[in-house]
């Protein structure tokens, strides 16, 4: 569903489309799918902070904390996502 909405939805609406890439990168956090979570939460992040979104940005660094408490935490995907984090410091 959240791909069908992504395809059909307007690209002039950043903070909606980062909002759809969280929702995404957390689902598949909930799936066990690291890559395509950390994937889809590096693209949310790029959009939401080109939109000035405090919110979604506190999601996807919640996210992240999340894992950070599992065994992927030394995962070169967690620390791409660390780094694209840490950029915005």
Not at 44 to 69: E, P, V
Request: charged residues 25%; proline residues 1%.
């Amino acid at each position: 569903m959240l791909d069908c909405s992504l395809t059909n939805y307007d690209p002039t609406l950043i903070r909606g489309r980062a909002r759809l890439l969280i929702q995404k990168a957390e689902a598949y956090y909930g799936l066990g799918i690291l890559d395509a979570c950390v994937h889809n939460a590096q693209d949310a992040f790029t959009l939401a902070r080109s939109a000035g979104s405090c919110k979604i940005i506190s999601r996807i660094r919640a996210l992240h904390d999340n894992l950070l408490q599992t065994s992927w935490r030394k995962d070169r995907y967690v620390a791409d996502l660390s780094d694209v984090l840490a950029e915005c410091e």
